[in-house]
């Protein structure tokens, strides 16, 4: 389940927090103090979203901010501040918040944000997966584009989704009916050969010395395979 700090001292906002979150999913951790949550914290490391009162009896929910960004931490924040506290906002978000909700705030509003600051670190996660190496190769699957030793390799939109599925399934096995499936669509009414000509094209744009190829190799009357 998705963790959510829920650091406030007033138990009565505390509580109200917490209702909201379990009832949406969640399961928040409960902190009244600073060094309560960072504590917590620590004991818990799949905290995805961190929710900080700035008021608070020991040290303010900025500084509790700043520690957990100086902890290498990149999990998302979101500060509760008071309608009076205007220059909270700025100053919250300068020590590392991703967000702020001014209070009063409705549970609705509450749950948007967390759920908004949730699919965009699932975003930011993805982001880190956009690339594969193997090899002398970079493969981007943002861009879709590949690198060999740095140099960008010109490929059809084919060949592409043909090195895509070798890099993703490195060493593995990969018989001509799954690269016609994964490549072509499971509708693709066309012969195999066309899988084989298009690895030899793309053979001469990956391979070394294309007649001996390493990276892409043949598994002889079955299919191919990436690296040896
Ligand atoms: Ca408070």
Same mark, same amino acid.
């Given at each position: 389940?998705?963790?959510?700090?829920?650091? #406030?001292? #007033?138990?009565?906002?505390? *509580?109200?927090?917490?209702?909201?979150? !379990?009832? @949406?999913?969640?399961?928040?951790?409960? =902190? +009244? *103090?600073?060094?309560?949550?960072?504590?917590?914290?620590?004991?818990?490391?799949?905290? $995805?979203?961190?929710?900080?009162?700035?008021?608070?009896?020991?040290?303010?929910?900025?500084?509790?901010?700043?520690?957990?960004?100086? *902890?290498?931490? !990149?999990?998302?924040?979101?500060?509760?501040?008071?309608?009076?506290? /205007?220059?909270?906002?700025?100053?919250?978000?300068?020590?590392?918040?991703?967000?702020?909700?001014?209070?009063?705030?409705?549970? +609705?509003?509450?749950?948007?944000?967390?759920?908004?600051?949730?699919?965009?670190?699932?975003? =930011? &996660?993805? @982001?880190?997966? &956009? /690339?594969?190496? @193997?090899?002398?190769?970079?493969?981007?699957?943002?861009?879709?584009?590949?690198?060999?030793?740095? #140099?960008?390799?010109?490929?059809?939109?084919?060949?592409?989704?043909?090195?895509?599925?070798?890099?993703?399934?490195?060493?593995?096995?990969?018989?001509?009916?799954?690269?016609?499936?994964?490549?072509?669509?499971?509708?693709?009414?066309? /012969?195999?050969?066309?899988?084989?000509?298009?690895?030899? !094209?793309?053979?001469?744009?990956?391979?070394?010395?294309?007649?001996?190829?390493?990276?892409?190799?043949?598994?002889? $009357?079955?299919?191919?395979?990436? $690296?040896?």
């Amino acid at each position: 389940m998705k963790k959510v700090l829920v650091l #406030e001292d #007033e138990s009565a906002i505390r *509580s109200f927090v917490v209702i909201n979150l !379990r009832r @949406s999913g969640y399961e928040p951790i409960e =902190a +009244s *103090s600073g060094e309560e949550a960072l504590k917590l914290l620590e004991q818990n490391e799949d905290v $995805g979203v961190a929710l900080l009162d700035v008021m608070l009896p020991d040290i303010d929910g900025f500084e509790v901010c700043r520690r957990i960004r100086a *902890s290498g931490s !990149r999990m998302g924040i979101i500060m509760l501040t008071a309608l009076s506290q /205007e220059m909270d906002k700025v100053t919250g978000l300068m020590t590392g918040a991703d967000d702020y909700v001014t209070k009063p705030f409705s549970p +609705s509003e509450l749950i948007a944000r967390v759920d908004a600051l949730y699919r965009r670190l699932g975003a =930011a &996660d993805d @982001s880190s997966d &956009d /690339e594969i190496e @193997s090899g002398p190769f970079v493969l981007n699957k943002r861009n879709r584009t590949l690198d060999k030793n740095g #140099e960008r390799v010109k490929l059809t939109q084919t060949e592409y989704s043909l090195i895509k599925l070798f890099m993703e399934n490195p060493g593995r096995a990969l018989s001509r009916e799954d690269i016609l499936e994964n490549v072509w669509g499971a509708d693709y009414n066309g /012969e195999l050969k066309i899988v084989d000509v298009n690895i030899r !094209r793309l053979r001469m744009k990956v391979e070394d010395t294309p007649t001996v190829p390493v990276y892409i190799t043949t598994i002889w $009357g079955y299919g191919y395979k990436w $690296g040896s």
